[in-house]
C-alpha cells in the first residue's frame, strides 16, 4: 500500500475553500490529471482521470463529509484499494490549509511502475498549486454542496436555528 500526504495554504476563508472543493465537476479545471467528474449521487463519483492516451475510470464513494472540515472518500470496485481524505484548517480569517491524504494499492505492472516514479503524489501537489491559483483568482466559490455524510450515509439536512429578533428584526 502506497500512501502520502500533501499540503497547501490558500488566502482564502476556510467555508470558500471547503465549498470550491466540493465542486467536483470544476477539478479538470485545476487538476491536468483529471478528464471528467460525474456526481451520481451526493455521496457518489465517477472519476476519468489519466495522462496522455492512458485514461482510468472509477467509481468514488464519499464516507465522510463535514462542511469546513473535512471529506474521505474510497474507490468502489476495481479501486476499492483506494483511499483519501482532504482536510481544511482555518488559519486565520482568510487563510486555509488543505491538506490531501491518500492511500492506494496499485494494480498491475504499470501500476507498480507508476507507483515507484511518485506520479501519483507529484500530480496532487501541482494541482494543489493549480487549486490555489484557482480560487485565489476567483476570490469566491463557484458553488457549494454543504451536506454532511457520514459512514457513507447522507445525512438528513437540520433546519436553520431560529433566530433572534428585536423588535420585529431578525439579529445575527
Same mark, same amino acid.
Given at each position: 500500500m502506497?500512501?502520502f500526504e500533501e499540503?497547501?495554504?490558500?488566502?482564502?476563508?476556510?467555508?470558500?475553500a471547503?465549498n470550491?472543493?466540493t465542486q467536483?465537476k470544476?477539478f479538470?479545471r485545476?487538476?491536468?490529471?483529471?478528464?471528467?467528474v460525474e456526481q451520481?449521487?451526493?455521496n457518489?463519483?465517477?472519476?476519468v482521470?489519466?495522462?496522455?492516451p492512458?485514461?482510468?475510470e472509477?467509481t468514488?464513494?464519499?464516507?465522510?463529509?463535514r462542511?469546513d472540515?473535512?471529506v474521505a472518500?474510497?474507490?468502489?470496485?476495481?479501486r476499492?484499494g483506494?483511499?483519501g481524505?482532504v482536510?481544511f !484548517?482555518?488559519? /486565520?480569517?482568510? @487563510?486555509?490549509?488543505?491538506?490531501?491524504?491518500? %492511500? =492506494?494499492?496499485?494494480?498491475?505492472i504499470?501500476?507498480?511502475?507508476?507507483a !515507484?516514479?511518485? /506520479?501519483t503524489? @507529484?500530480a496532487v501537489?501541482?494541482g494543489?498549486? %493549480? =487549486?490555489?491559483?484557482?480560487?485565489?483568482?476567483?476570490?469566491?466559490?463557484?458553488g457549494?454542496?454543504?451536506g454532511?455524510?457520514?459512514?457513507?450515509?447522507?445525512q438528513p439536512?437540520?433546519?436553520?436555528?431560529?433566530r433572534?429578533?428585536?423588535a420585529?428584526?431578525?439579529?445575527?
Open positions: 502506497n500512501s499540503s497547501i495554504e490558500v488566502a482564502v476563508p476556510v467555508h470558500t471547503y470550491q472543493w467536483f470544476t479538470p485545476f487538476m491536468p490529471v483529471v478528464k471528467e451520481l449521487r451526493p457518489l463519483t465517477r472519476w482521470v489519466g495522462a496522455g492512458v485514461r482510468h472509477f468514488a464513494e464519499i464516507v465522510e463529509q462542511p472540515s473535512l472518500w474510497r474507490g468502489l470496485g476495481r476499492a483506494h483511499r481524505e482536510s !484548517r482555518k488559519l /486565520a480569517p482568510d @487563510r486555509t490549509e488543505v491538506v490531501v491524504r491518500m %492511500r =492506494f494499492e496499485p494494480h498491475g504499470k501500476g507498480r511502475a507508476l !515507484r516514479t511518485g /506520479a503524489p @507529484r501537489r501541482a494543489l498549486g %493549480r =487549486f490555489k491559483e484557482f480560487i485565489e483568482g476567483l476570490g469566491q466559490e463557484c457549494a454542496w454543504r454532511v455524510i457520514r459512514n457513507g450515509q447522507v439536512s437540520e433546519p436553520d436555528p431560529p433572534s429578533r428585536v420585529g428584526w431578525p439579529v445575527g
